[in-house]
């Protein structure tokens, strides 16, 4: 579970932009203390930004740096499963001459993309949803003193944030292999 120990986006702007104003008052200054403490506050800031990302992806799953763990959407597995299928069955109809196989294998592939990523739109939003839940649960929680729940709503974030820098981490690496693909044509 995460303690909001420098594991916040919002954390990490804040320290960068305060890193950036004294710096820039150090530079305006002369004062080199100022710069180099307004640097530093930089440098925390991007490894603080880091950390808010880091994320581990496994087939299925998705680990994150406050400890949580979640399963993605299940279409995106189903999705991903067809793609391959549908890929398989192209290149035998290929290999044999088939044009039903072939264009089945299309087909299949093509529903299974659109199921992936409707699993990823689907563990994005939710994601976010969780996210925001459990910060303004923890907040009200906070207020009334009731611990237990604080810590419950916190445990929503986080398995919300992980849940959602999966469903991130697989949509950018397809958009980076399309891009790849264009750009080979």
């Known amino acids: ?41 930089q440098n925390k800031a991007e490894a603080e930004y880091d950390a808010s990302h880091a994320t581990a992806k496994l087939p299925g799953f998705t680990a994150s740096s406050s400890g949580a763990v979640t399963k993605d959407d299940p279409n995106r597995t189903a999705g991903s499963y ?51 839940t459990g910060t303004l649960g923890s907040a009200v929680a906070g ?12 445990k929503q974030h986080d398995a919300g944030k992980t849940t959602q820098r999966g469903a991130e981490e697989d949509i950018v690496k397809k958009a980076d292999a399309e891009s790849t693909a264009a750009s080979r044509q």
């Open 143 to 154: 207020v009334t003193g009731n611990k237990a729940a604080e810590q419950d709503y916190q």
């Open 82 to 132: 067809n793609q391959t299928a549908g890929s398989a069955k192209e290149f035998v109809g290929g290999l044999t001459g088939s044009e039903s196989l072939k264009a089945s294998g299309r087909q299949q592939n093509q529903e299974g993309q659109q199921q992936e990523a409707k699993g990823q739109v689907n563990d994005y939003v939710g994601g976010i949803s969780d996210r925001v």
């Open 1 to 41: 579970m995460s303690t909001n120990d420098n594991t916040s986006t919002l954390k990490s702007v804040v320290d960068s932009t305060t890193g950036a104003i004294q710096n820039a008052i150090g530079s305006v200054t002369g004062s080199t203390g100022d710069q180099t403490k307004g640097q530093a506050k």
